[in-house]
């Protein structure tokens, strides 16, 4: 079973409507994250979060929340979406502390806003 | 945050040794150097990373400039499952910063 998972993989909606994306890990990391990626382009961090009180803002977080709901669990929400967050969005996870802090990262969320 | 340099893209053939260059001028002492990898349509990989000395793991070796402004990412023996993207970041905190990497092209 996948360490890190994501959903859903795919979502199409429409502009204005409000969309959950969630992230779940048996990792038993404390950190996690959320990214977008756009086409051509590297990552961007939306936020990030370093145990379940904590919550951090990324590179990107206007039009995005979050929330931590357990240790094992990060989900991202667009309140209301817009064409533009169309994107692919990763989750992450990290433990803090060997292999200088390594990032896994789920297999991603496919998000088309219409 | 301080930022990467790399080629847009490269090419190599099977079996064949490759040097992916990162450029990163601004680089602090405190940052770490990190690379990752990015198959056809996965989420990044770790690959390796470093802060002074030269790296070396099962996956690649990282060489290290000795005044820290740029780095290599080495891959011995190229596959065909190495095409892939590669990201050179920069982590000064628990945050890695992305820049948009080299796409790297392996032909049998």
């Known amino acids: 079973d996948a360490d890190v998972t994501q959903t859903p993989r795919n979502r199409i909606t429409k502009t204005g409507k409000r969309i959950m994306l969630e992230c779940s890990q048996t990792k038993g990391h404390d950190r996690m994250y959320w990214y977008r990626q756009d086409p051509g382009l590297g990552l961007r961090l939306i936020y990030y979060s370093f145990d379940v009180k904590d919550i951090n803002k990324g590179e990107i977080s206007d039009g995005y929340s979050v929330s931590r709901q357990a240790q094992a669990k990060f989900s991202l929400s667009l309140e209301s979406a817009i064409p533009n967050q169309t994107a692919l969005y990763f989750c992450a996870t990290s433990g803090g502390s060997g292999r200088g802090n390594e990032q896994f990262f789920g297999p991603g969320t496919r998000l088309t806003v219409l | ?108």
């Open chain 2, 1 to 108: 945050d301080a930022k990467t340099t790399q080629p847009n893209s490269m090419e190599s053939n099977e079996e064949e040794p490759v040097h992916l260059p990162c450029n990163h001028s601004t680089i602090s002492g405190t940052d770490y150097i990190h690379w990752y990898r990015q198959l056809p349509s996965q989420g990044p990989e770790y690959v390796i990373h470093g802060l002074t000395s030269n790296v070396n793991n099962r996956m690649a070796s990282l060489a290290i400039a000795e005044d820290r402004k740029s780095s290599t990412l080495i891959l011995h023996r190229a596959t065909l499952r190495d095409a892939a993207v590669y990201y050179c970041i920069l982590r000064r905190t628990d945050k890695l910063i992305f820049g948009t990497g080299t796409r790297l092209q392996v032909f049998p």
